[in-house]
């Protein structure tokens, strides 16, 4: 078979533990999944009562238009419908957007450590990829401008950060546009949007209106509670969209999912109190880490990346037999740390009071 090279040591995405998984491996009853940065309230109330009551016929396709969610959507935001991109989750957009943009010869320019799915995909289409190291948990945006040149095709932003949950002000965003050239995609990843409580945080939609080469992502799959649904949707310039559509695929949100998508955005209180719980948590989180002096860094998402100046894997399993499933930092670049998602007010003492345990018996790496 004539695979293409890059592929043959290419890893494919290792998703992390099931719950059912580790009830069967340790013998536990009750785990606590904060791996993920899924929401622990689960979602609304009336995306339950729509499944529940969807009486579409399973042998028809979907809407390939998405005609009403986009509609829904569009009002939401405040932007018109060909503005918007649907996919299988913003990880579908993010391949839609790479197949289209990039090939051999061309660039593409990224934070490192951030959401691994940008690079994956630049692997694939066998682009050159220019990673640029985070500083103090932040993009480098100043050297990521330097970075760029003529073959560079796309630029990767992510905020709020994965995996440390640091934000791109509004005023550096800003600046950093008037750098880019008019004929390098900005994708600016906003999955946890929602979360954000900065007062600083980027104003994307202003910068929409004047830069066509500016793509905005979010996702259902974080505070809405549809991961597994896999909802997610692009916004940008008409002449960006409709560049960009040829590569979706037909009909790649399924009808459920747009029906729960579609009441989703109608209980827009759920996400409010969701959103002031995650702020709360988060406190819990500092509140902890600042008595038993462990560093972290502050997050503007719904998950907190702490330091324990150990070996993050041990770290992982030394909760995980406890029943708690976090993400070890091993896999995200930070080799000492974990990342935790924010649960609710009891998942979370839960958890601190297993890290607790851990710090009592374990002695942290010397420098």
Known sequence: MRWKEQLLELKPYQPGKSINEVKRQYGLAEIVKLASNENPFGSSDRVKTAIAD????????????????????AN???????????????????QMIARGLLSPGTNTVMAVPTFPQYKHNGIIE???????????????????????????????????????????????????????????????????????????????????????????????????????????????????????????????????AQAAAIAALDDQEFIEKCKMANSAGLQQFYQFCDQAGLEYYPSQGNFILIDFNADGQDVFQFLLERGYIVRSGKALGFPSCVRITVGSMEQNTGVIEAIKEYLRVHTPISN
């Open 54 to 73: 969807f009486n579409g016929q399973f042998s028809i396709y979907p809407d390939g238009y998405a005609t009403e969610l986009r509609s829904k959507l």
């Open 126 to 256: 066998g682009c050159d990829i220019k990673e640029i190291p985070l500083v103090n948990g932040a993009h480098d945006l100043a050297a990521m401008a330097v970075a760029i040149d003529a073959s560079t095709s796309i630029v990767w932003l992510c905020s709020p950060n994965n995996p440390t949950g640091i934000h791109i002000t509004d005023e550096e965003l800003t600046n950093f546009m008037a750098k880019v050239p008019e004929d390098v995609l900005v994708v600016l990843d906003e999955a946890y949007f929602e979360y954000v409580t900065a007062e600083d945080y980027h104003d994307s939609f202003q910068l929409l209106n004047r830069y066509k080469n500016l793509i905005v992502l979010r996702t259902f799959s974080k505070i809405y509670g549809l991961a597994s649904f896999r909802v997610g949707y692009g916004i940008a310039n008409e002449e960006t969209i409709a560049a960009l559509e040829p590569v979706r695929e037909p009909f790649n949100v399924n009808s459920l």
């Open 76 to 94: 939401h935001l405040g932007v018109k419908e060909n503005q918007l991109i649907l996919g299988n989750g913003s990880d579908e957009i993010i």
